[in-house]
């Protein structure tokens, strides 16, 4: 069978915030799920870096693993500490940046 959730061990614990490291400079991505109706991402943003303003065709879910990031939906700016989440709603702009390094699971659900 196909695995739909791919790059990470299956039927084990998997310590999530432990398979991206952070490099300076950079975010660090990895891809664990691309389908058509759902992504799913582990980023590590190094400090200062991020995503600039854009809108995803799904409602997209930033929960946070580590750190600290800054995520502006709409204008507003939001602090999502570790252990939060937030959703940045189809459609409608949004940008992320690290004030702090931090690491994310980025989940983007989507109508096919």
Do not use: C, W
Not at 27 to 32: H, Y
Not at 41 to 48: E, P
Not at 71 to 92: K, L, Q, R, Y
């Amino acid at each position: 069978m196909e695995k739909l959730i791919r790059n990470v061990e299956h039927a084990v614990p998997l310590p999530l915030k432990e398979l991206v490291s952070y490099e300076p400079g950079k975010v660090v991505s990895l891809t664990m799920s691309q389908q058509p109706g759902v992504g799913m991402t582990l980023f590590a943003f190094d400090a200062g870096e991020g995503v600039s303003t854009h809108a995803a065709p799904g409602d997209a879910m930033a929960h946070i693993l580590e750190g600290e990031a800054q995520i502006t939906i709409d204008g507003t700016v939001h602090t999502v500490p570790a252990g939060s989440a937030i959703v940045m709603p189809a459609g409608v702009p949004h940008a992320v940046k690290a004030e702090q390094r931090f690491k994310m699971l980025l989940t983007v659900v989507k109508k096919v």
